[in-house]
Nanobody, 121 residues
Framework: VQLQASGGGLVQAGGSLRLSCAAS????????MGWFRQAPGKDREFVAR????????DHSESVKGRFTISRDNAKNTVYLQMNNLRPEDTAVYYC???????????????WGQGTLVTVSS
């Protein structure tokens, strides 16, 4: 599975961005797609996930109510709509796919290249 993430950028606090992750290749064994982020000097952390079918979205407590994961089945693309962004959301955001429903990064097998989101105060 190949993943191509895009949509990052610089935004002021309170602003919005939408990240995209296009999947291609052998996706038939994929169970879940997730978004993770990693800020400088910190571990990679779970942001959101959903089943490859497009059901059962789940978000971390730190982004719940502000971020929304969704999927366009026809395009094999998963989105992360990020609203009311805060400076602490600044990080490199990664999309990933796996065959186990988990929030643990090491259980995801395929990773996109990451896209940088910078939120200024």
């Amino acid at each position: 599975v190949q993943l191509q993430a895009s949509g990052g950028g610089l935004v002021q606090a309170g602003g919005s961005l939408r990240l995209s992750c296009a999947a291609s290749g052998r996706t038939f064994s994929t169970l879940v797609m997730g978004w993770f982020r990693q800020a400088p000097g910190k571990d990679r952390e779970f942001v959101a996930r959903m089943l490859w079918s497009g059901s059962s979205p789940d978000h971390s407590e730190s982004v719940k109510g502000r971020f929304t994961i969704s999927r366009d089945n026809a395009k094999n693309t998963v989105y992360l709509q990020m609203n009311n962004l805060r400076p602490e959301d600044t990080a490199v955001y990664y999309c990933a796919t796996g065959r186990i429903l988990s929030i643990t990064p090491t259980l995801y097998e395929n990773w996109g290249q990451g896209t940088l989101v910078t939120v200024s105060s």
